[in-house]
Nanobody, 123 residues
């Protein structure tokens, strides 16, 4: 059974930084593409960024490009999301997920999800 556990969320001021982590178990982590999504109150789940399994190729939403960086440590079965220059509109619950098929942008193409970690950007 796949288990994903996110951590690292919290309250930060605009312009600040956070690093989220997602530890995976029960899956061949190194062989799986992984993604980060977020969901703000009253909105749908939004693609943030994804990383391929082998060569670490990445895709990132325009809304966070240049500010957020995805990375992975296959030896630790851990996925990361470094978030810099945070804005109030980045406030959301952030989820990591195991990619299953197709386009990285669609949440329906991911098979397993973590429970999420809250990120609040506010002064």
């Amino acid at each position: 059974q796949v288990q994903l556990v996110e951590s690292g969320g919290g309250l930060v001021q605009p312009g600040g930084s956070l690093r989220l982590s997602c530890v995976a178990s029960g899956t061949t982590f190194s062989g799986s593409a992984m993604g980060w999504f977020r969901q703000a109150p009253g909105k749908g789940r939004e693609f943030v960024t994804a990383i391929g399994p082998t060569f670490g190729s990445t895709m990132t939403a325009d809304s966070v490009k240049g500010r957020f960086t995805i990375s992975r440590d296959n030896a630790k079965n851990t996925l990361y999301l470094q978030m810099n220059n945070l804005k109030t509109e980045d406030t959301a619950v952030y989820y990591c997920a195991v990619h299953g098929r197709g386009n990285y942008y669609y949440a329906s193409n991911y098979d397993d999800w973590g429970q999420g970690t809250q990120v609040t950007v506010s002064s």
